[in-house]
């Protein structure tokens, strides 16, 4: 028979566990990437003005 030391053992990890990679920006480019996302929130936010209020997505 299988010992108590062999029915409960710790669960093993599920979670791959990987190197992390980080990126420097310059000052200019993270001034670019907000600005880029600035026009996107714009261009959602017009988008939606225009949209029927009464047509709800599902």
């Known amino acids: 028979m299988n010992g108590v ?6 669960q093993k990890r599920t979670r791959k566990t990987g190197t992390v990679k980080r990126v420097a920006l310059s000052d200019d480019a993270k001034r670019a990437y907000e600005a880029l996302l600035e026009t996107r929130a714009e261009k ?11 047509n709800k997505t599902r």
């Open 44 to 54: 959602e936010k017009a988008y939606g003005r225009h949209l029927d209020p009464n």
């Open 5 to 10: 030391g062999d029915r409960y053992k710790p």
